[in-house]
């Protein structure tokens, strides 16, 4: 037996979404009415009207569909689960590059208040004793793994839990058990060395049992820089025994950990040492060979990225030599990371921190190895540019200078120095604005100084600019500018009637003119365009042309002259 019946308006908002109920109204044809001004107000992708009739047999409603409109229903295509095992089902498989990157990034805070690397506690029973008792640390651990692998796999995340919670007690166990059977071995640093580790390799899981032997010597201290000491024996001691390079591989595994490690990276430096002084001694590491060569071509090179301390002279000898490929890459990173961030190299001193930069810009790109890490160094440097043409920074470049002219070398010195299209305008602003300040207009044309002296000084800076590769229109207004003082200079001093008049003899006079007109002795511009003027109007004077036919040699010296200034051809 039927009793209510009332009628409701469903939407779907895009093909792939489910029905939504918009309204339940007891008339039929204000129900249907409104679903269609839903979809004709493209409110709606698709609209239904059902009928529902209230049975009082059942006590339920029953559904009849009216009218379905729109566009049709889209599947979403069901969430694929990945049938690949697991990436780690036994404890040896968290000695791999992978796992042990994943364990650092769920085990940080704990690391970090042990002192600790990734390396260290997969091979010292000590630490592993300490992680074990630590449940809250171990557990946070394995919910960071286990949450985004249930979202991939669609698998249970207790199931998931379960598996790595069985992983890390197995791993723990095996470490702990090892250590009581005195299966990691020792090295006495005092002895022989190399020796002491060809025993070790006799060993059926060698680079097992030598890693417990260096996480031996390591754990007792808590600072980087103190643990790279016996890394550093060690690796000088087998680094020329061909037999033992898989030593060396081993031993590559906490170098890079440690270089890797917040904070790691200022305790192997020292803290005497300034950001600037550490990131020439990894350059070193990076592009030793590199900066070897362009020392001998230009000693400025050498002297803004000195020899690093002898522990990373030693690295950067066996990254010459082919060893530790690895670590080359993490200084390689950890020196981009510093160009990237926002420290000064070297607060006190701007102009070194120029020429620092300058020389790692240089060695760093000849000794880049791939395309990609040079692509890696310019974006860098683009990134270390921003800060240099800040304020801040150009206004500690120009404090201290002497008088204005300092100032601008200071500032052309920067211009040449940043790279980056956006970080060259910025200098060019800078640039213009120490050029157009009424300072240096008045100190050019302070008659104390000799004009030549000046006007020469003018066209150094001109030829400064064109070497600075600035913008097309930045640097035609800074020659402008810089042409436009030169020729009140000359027309303070009556410049082309003095050399008119002063000249001995027509060659001289020809000579003096072209001078300037080739922007050697005094900017281009107005002044040069005035010198060119006068030359050719020399030479249709008829004593200037007797004297060039009488001296065929001294035309033959006058021609590049004239042919630069674009007089002859």
């Known amino acids: 037996m039927a009793g209510q019946i009332h009628y409701e308006v469903f939407s779907r908002k895009t093909p792939q979404s489910g029905w939504v109920l918009q309204n339940a109204l007891n008339d039929r044809d204000s129900a249907i009415a409104q679903a269609r001004e839903l979809l004709t107000a493209r409110r709606a992708a698709a609209i239904k009207v059902t009928k529902e ?51 650092a990034r769920v085990l940080e805070d704990w690391l970090r208040r042990q002192g600790a690397t990734v390396f260290e506690l997969l091979h010292s029973p000590v630490l592993c004793e300490r992680l074990d008792v630590s449940t809250n640390d171990l557990t946070h651990a394995i919910q960071k793994i286990a949450i985004p692998e249930s979202e991939e796999t669609g698998a249970s995340i207790h199931e998931i839990m379960r598996r790595w919670n069985n992983l890390s007690d197995k791993a723990i166990n ?10 990691f071995g020792e090295i006495d640093l005092t002895g022989d060395i190399a020796a002491q ?8 899981e060698r680079g097992y049992a030598f890693g417990g032997a260096v996480a031996r010597l390591t754990i007792t201290d808590r600072n ?5 000491m016996p890394l550093t024996r060690i690796a000088t001691a087998i680094a020329g025994k061909p037999e033992l390079k898989w030593a060396l591989d081993v031993i590559e595994t906490p170098l890079v950990e440690l270089f890797a490690r917040k904070g790691g990276l200022a305790e192997i430096l020292g803290s005497d040492i300034t950001l600037g002084q550490g990131l020439a001694f990894l350059t070193h590491m990076v592009s030793g060979e590199a900066i ?20 990373l002279e030693e690295f950067a000898r066996l990254i010459r030599q082919g060893h530790f490929r690895d670590l080359r890459l993490q200084a390689f990173r950890n020196v981009l990371s510093e160009l990237r961030g926002v420290k000064r190299l070297m607060p006190e001193n701007p102009v070194g921190e120029i020429d620092l930069l300058r020389a790692m810009a240089l060695a760093l790109t000849a000794g880049s190895q791939q395309q990609v890490e040079r692509e890696d160094i310019s974006d860098a440097f683009i990134e270390r540019s921003k800060m240099l043409v800040s304020s801040a920074f150009v206004e500690g470049l120009t404090r201290g200078a002497p008088h204005c002219l300092e100032e601008i070398e200071r500032i052309l010195w920067l211009c040449e120095n940043v790279v980056g299209a956006a970080n060259k305008k910025q200098a060019a602003r800078w640039l213009m604005s120490s050029l157009t300040a009424h300072r240096f207009e008045t100190d050019l044309r302070d008659p104390k100084r000799p004009a030549g002296q000046r006007l020469q000084l003018l066209a ?21 500018r810089l042409g436009q003082i030169g020729a009140q200079i000359a027309g303070d001093i009556q410049l082309i009637p003095h050399i008119l008049k002063g000249s001995k003899t027509p060659i001289q006079r020809i000579t003096a003119l072209l001078s300037f007109a080739t922007g050697q002795a005094g900017p281009q511009g107005a002044l040069s365009e005035l010198a060119k003027a006068e030359v050719m109007k020399q030479l249709r004077a008829p004593d200037v042309r007797a004297s060039l036919m009488g001296d065929p040699a001294a035309l033959g010296q006058l021609k590049p002259m004239l042919v630069q200034a674009g007089l002859a051809a």
Do not use: M, N, W
């Open 53 to 103: 009739v209230f049975s009082d047999d059942t006590g339920e409603f029953r559904s009849y569909t009216l009218l379905t409109e729109g566009l049709p229903e889209t599947k979403s295509k069901p969430k694929v689960v990945s049938p690949t095992e697991p990436v780690c089902t036994s404890p040896q498989d968290l000695y791999s590059r992978h796992a042990r990157e994943t364990i």
């Open 174 to 183: 095996r470490v702990i058990g090892d250590g009581r059977k005195k299966v």
């Open 197 to 204: 580790v060809a025993r070790l390799g006799q060993s059926p």
């Open 224 to 228: 980087a820089g103190r643990k790279l």
């Open 292 to 311: 070897e060569r362009l020392s001998a071509v230009d000693s400025a090179i050498g002297r803004a990225l000195p020899a690093p301390p002898a522990h």
């Open 460 to 480: 150094l800076l001109q030829r400064r600019v064109s070497k600075a590769s600035l913008g097309e229109t930045d640097t035609e207004a800074a020659h402008a």
